[in-house]
């Protein structure tokens, strides 16, 4: 389908001893916008500076396009960095930070009289002109050529560092958080002009962020990542809707995670109470964690209910009512749009596409319970983690090998 | 809280009016009086006189603040990309001679440049002259160091090098490194991202540092005397030896005084023109 461009093999990183990425594969296709996702310290900056040669892996090998690249210092790479700052040029205007790159010239090995030469290649003046007032109208920022930097909103700013690195025709754009610094209004607004840009250039990005939201609306591919490994490889949907890990499930939106038993197939026991589902493959009796979205849960009068439960707590979130809710010690996240007051016992009926398995992992029971619901953000970027095992299942399709 | 502002103010205004307004108002009238206080141009008129010493003392100063430039910045720029316990170490090496008394600091190169001094002495030591004067049969004994104006130079740029690095140092250290990336990022190697990106950013320390070794240099006194020999005056000598000296005529000395602050404020001036746009960036 479409053409490898970068592959990252058995890449690992420690900064003072400290494993930052641990053996990593992954590779990234032509033309896809690509995103990796995961909190902070999960090893998706370093992974991005690693492809763009700020740094260079403690071991494993970048290609680009099979070619070996580690050592190839960041100036001489095809890629070019949309840095989390912008980090834009102050003592240039608009214009003259676009046209950044193309005034620098470009060493070229040429034959001259049979003899191999260096030669250094310039952009004509007129060239340079034309390309970055057509980038700049690609960013919609027509007509700003003369501006100053700091005369800048910060929306704008990210534009000229956009249209900085595209102008160089980079294979691959890089993107390390660049509108983390936006508000969120902005931050929409860029989100579908980032992804159209995307289109009409047709090149890859590779996009880093720790907004899941921003991941879902952007990416054709979603690399999960975590403790400096990948948890997940996917489209949108996929890690959505078939998270492989208790991690996977708890970053990307909000799921109640509970310990379940897979009975046999299509069958899994939780609560003391057999559900249908759609997932097999599992060993008989094989202990599972079991992922249910808080707006896949349909509540339904006591007497009609699975499962039976009290409310303890109800959060307006303008769409939607956040409602907590007590099933026999365990609380549960249920998004609905019908109010029900605290105190009220309701029941709570789950359909079989309701409900995903997965296997145990070394995050099993550390996420999914919202007895402690607003602490649960917080928590979430400073776990530390014990040595956990091998997870036999993370060799799948898509992009890890 | 509006209101209290102006008398806040207050200690600085006095402060400002005693010590900077009304030397500055002082001088002006000394400048244009005789000995008796009556208004005369006579202390102006006369000035051609001593046009080789402004001469002298603009043209060292420029030299000398050449070279600091020249020596500074490469140290600046070297500093400012050491770890943050190397750039404290060097911080101190570089205020330490200035803890040691100004005249002490010229008096010790005095010592060492004389014709019997140190240095002559380590020359003569290795037998660096014994070589010379077998390799071209002349006869000497020392270098002529003292009494020349590379001395003069020497002086100043030795007590004024440190106010050239610590301003341009603490822009560079200022500098974010992402910008250095972006750089190297859209195709820059060492060399460009210096020369594009680096030098002109820093310009503002450049200008800061130039300020602070040239408006002293130019002024400076005793550097002249005692390493010059005498030989070399220069403008601060001139006006000392008007208040102090044999020579003594205050009101000539105003009208020195006046004029060099007339020439250094239009230098000034010119220069901040010339960097204002950087200025203005930097503030970003």
Redesign the interface.
């Known amino acids: 389908m479409s053409k490898e461009l970068i592959r990252l093999v058995n890449c690992s990183m420690a900064f003072d001893g400290e494993l930052v990425l641990d053996n990593m594969n992954l590779y990234f296709n032509d033309s896809e916008f690509l995103t990796l996702l995961g909190p902070s310290g999960c090893g998706k900056t370093t992974t991005l500076r690693i492809i763009?040669?700020?740094i260079t892996p403690t071991s494993g090998e970048v290609l680009f396009d099979g070619v070996r690249m580690n050592d190839i210092?960041?100036?001489?790479r095809q890629?070019?960095?949309v840095?989390?700052?912008y980090?834009?040029?102050?003592?240039l205007n608009v214009f003259e930070n676009v046209a950044?790159?193309l005034r620098?010239g470009?060493t070229e090995e040429k034959e001259v009289n049979g003899k191999k030469k260096k030669v250094k290649v310039r952009i004509p003046q007129e060239e340079i002109r034309q390309r970055v007032l057509e980038m700049l109208e690609v960013v919609s920022l027509k007509g700003f050529e003369n501006r100053?930097?700091?005369e800048l909103s910060g929306g704008q700013q990210q534009r000229v560092a956009i249209a900085?690195?595209l102008v160089?025709r980079p294979k691959v754009l890089l993107l390390d958080e660049p509108l983390g610094a936006l508000d969120l209004r902005l931050r929409k607004d860029m989100q579908s002009e980032l992804k159209r840009i995307q289109q009409q250039m047709g090149i890859t990005f590779i996009y880093v962020t720790h907004d899941q939201e921003e991941a879902l609306a952007m990416s054709d591919t979603i690399v999960v990542m975590d403790q400096g490994r990948i948890q997940q490889i996917g489209t949108p949907e996929d890690i959505y809707n078939e998270p492989k890990n208790a991690f996977v499930a708890d970053f990307i939106g909000e799921s109640n995670i509970l310990d379940g038993i897979m009975h046999e197939d299509y069958v899994v026991e939780f609560f003391n109470r057999k559900f249908k589902c759609l997932d097999k493959g599992f060993a008989p009796m094989e202990p599972v964690d079991v992922v249910i979205r808080p707006e896949d849960i349909d509540i339904v009068p006591k007497e009609q209910g699975q499962l039976r439960g009290t409310v303890t707590s109800v959060t307006f979130k303008g769409v939607h009512y956040d409602t907590i809710v007590d099933f026999k010690g365990f609380k549960w996240l249920i998004q609905t749009t019908d109010y029900h007051p605290v105190g009220e016992t309701i029941g709570i009926i789950l359909n079989p596409d309701d409900i995903h398995i997965m296997h145990k992992s070394q995050y099993s029971g550390m996420f999914g319970d919202y007895s402690s619901y607003s602490e649960e953000y917080e928590e979430m970027d400073d776990v530390t983690m014990l040595d956990e095992e091998e997870e036999g299942s993370s060799r799948e399709d898509g992009h890890e090998e | 809280m509006k209101n209290r502002r102006p008398l806040f103010a207050v200690p600085y205004v006095v402060w400002m009016a005693l010590f900077v307004v009304a030397p500055i108002v002082m001088v002006v009238i000394y400048a244009f009086t005789t000995a008796a206080f009556d208004p005369t141009m006579n202390n102006f008129t006369g000035m051609g006189t001593y046009l080789s010493i402004f001469t002298r003392s603009f043209e060292l100063a420029l030299i000398a603040t050449l070279v600091c430039l020249l020596i500074g910045y490469p140290i600046s720029y070297m500093m400012a990309k050491e770890g943050p316990g190397f750039q404290r170490i060097a911080t101190v090496l570089i205020m330490l001679p200035m803890w040691v008394n100004f005249l002490l600091r010229t008096y010790a190169w005095m010592s060492i440049l004389e014709n019997n001094g140190l240095l002559n002495q380590f020359f003569s030591a290795i037998g660096l002259f014994d070589l010379i004067n077998g390799l071209f049969g002349t006869d000497i004994q020392y270098f002529r160091m003292i009494r020349t104006q590379g001395a003069v130079v020497l002086g100043m740029v030795y007590n004024y090098l440190p106010f050239m690095i610590l301003p341009i140092y603490s822009v560079i250290v200022k500098l974010d490194h992402s910008l250095t990336e972006a750089a190297q990022d859209l195709g820059a190697n060492s060399v460009t991202v210096f020369r594009k990106v680096i030098l002109p950013l820093s310009l503002p320390g450049v200008l800061s540092g130039v300020t602070m070794v040239f408006v002293p240099a130019v002024s400076t006194f005793a550097i002249s005397r005692l390493l010059g020999g005498g030989t070399h005056m220069m403008l601060g000598d001139l006006i000392e030896q008007q208040f102090l000296g044999g020579a003594y005529n205050p009101h000539l000395g105003s009208a020195i005084a006046l004029v060099m602050m007339i020439i250094v404020v239009i230098c000034m001036w010119v220069m901040n023109r010339f960097g204002e746009g950087e200025e203005q960036a930097v503030m970003l």
Do not use: Y
Not at chain 1, 73 to 76: A, E, G, S
Not at chain 1, 87 to 91: E, S
């Open positions: 763009g040669g700020f210092p960041p100036h001489l890629v070019n960095t840095f989390q700052r980090a834009l040029f102050p003592h950044f790159g620098i470009r100053r930097i700091n900085r690195a160089n």
